[in-house]
C-alpha cells in the first residue's frame, strides 16, 4: 500500500495542533486549535471562546483522517469539547498518524 492508497481511504485530512494548559488531575484547559485541511485547504484559527462545548470545528467520522504532533495530548484537548472523539467510528486507530510515534 502507498500513502497515496491511504489517502484515498478518506474524505478529509486534517492537521491539527491545540494550545491548552495542563491542570493536574483534570481535563486540559483549551486554549486554541489550529487546523488545515489539506484536500480543501481550508484553515481553522479558533480561540478558547470559539470552540463550541459538544460540537467539534470538523468531521470525526470514519472518512476523517487526522494527523497529530503527539496524538494522546490533541485527543484528550478534542475528549474535552466533546462527549466523543469519534462517534461514527469507535476511534478506531486507522484514523489518526501520530507523527511523535
Not at 485547504?41 to 476523517?64: F, M, S
Not at 469519534?86 to 486507522?94: C, D, I, L, V
Amino acid at each position: 500500500m502507498t500513502p497515496n492508497d491511504l489517502l484515498e481511504r478518506f474524505d478529509e485530512v486534517w492537521l491539527q495542533d491545540f494550545e491548552f494548559c495542563e491542570q493536574p488531575d483534570k481535563r486540559p484547559d483549551v486554549v486554541c486549535l489550529a487546523a488545515h485541511e489539506l484536500r480543501s485547504g481550508r484553515i481553522l484559527r479558533l480561540w478558547r471562546n470559539e470552540l463550541t462545548k459538544g460540537a467539534p470545528p470538523y468531521r470525526t467520522d470514519g472518512r476523517v483522517l487526522f494527523v497529530n504532533f503527539v496524538g494522546n495530548a490533541e485527543l484528550t484537548c478534542l475528549i474535552s469539547l466533546i462527549v466523543s472523539v469519534m462517534p461514527n467510528s469507535h476511534g478506531t486507530a486507522e484514523q489518526m498518524i501520530d507523527t511523535f510515534r
